[in-house]
């Protein structure tokens, strides 16, 4: 059993700074990639950035220059540094992860974190 664990949200005001994390824990899994994605009020879920295994990156155009996501292989962690905050970036946030357990890749989400920037 693969579980994420999120921390790292909370209220900041705009042009503030807030880092998420997302560790993942179980036993005998291959992490492919992970990621964050984010869902507005009477919005879809997007993505926000993710992190291969290999340390592709890739951005959302909207978070490009303000955010930067980076990883720990030794600790199974993601994370996901937001500077320059803006009120549109309120949302929850959702780590993400592409786990390879045995011979089957599944896709994990955590739970959410709450991230509200006031104006």
């Known amino acids: 059993q693969v579980q994420l664990v999120e921390s790292g949200g909370g209220l900041v005001q705009a042009g503030g700074s807030l880092r998420l994390s997302c560790a993942a824990s179980?036993?005998?899994?291959?992490?492919?990639?992970m990621g964050w994605y984010r869902q507005a009020p009477g919005k879809q879920r997007e993505l926000v950035a993710l992190?291969?295994?290999?340390?592709?990156?890739n951005y959302a155009d909207s978070v490009k220059g303000r955010f930067t996501i980076s990883r720990d292989n030794g600790k199974n962690t993601v994370y996901l540094q937001m500077n320059s905050l803006k009120p549109e970036d309120t949302a929850v946030y959702f780590c993400?992860?592409?786990?390879?357990?045995?011979?089957?890749?599944?896709?994990?989400w955590g739970q959410g974190t709450q991230v509200t920037v006031s104006s």
């Open positions: 179980g036993s005998l899994f291959v992490i492919n990639a």
């Open positions: 992190i291969t295994r290999d340390g592709f990156m």
């Open positions: 993400n992860a592409r786990i390879t357990v045995g011979n089957r890749e599944n896709t994990y």
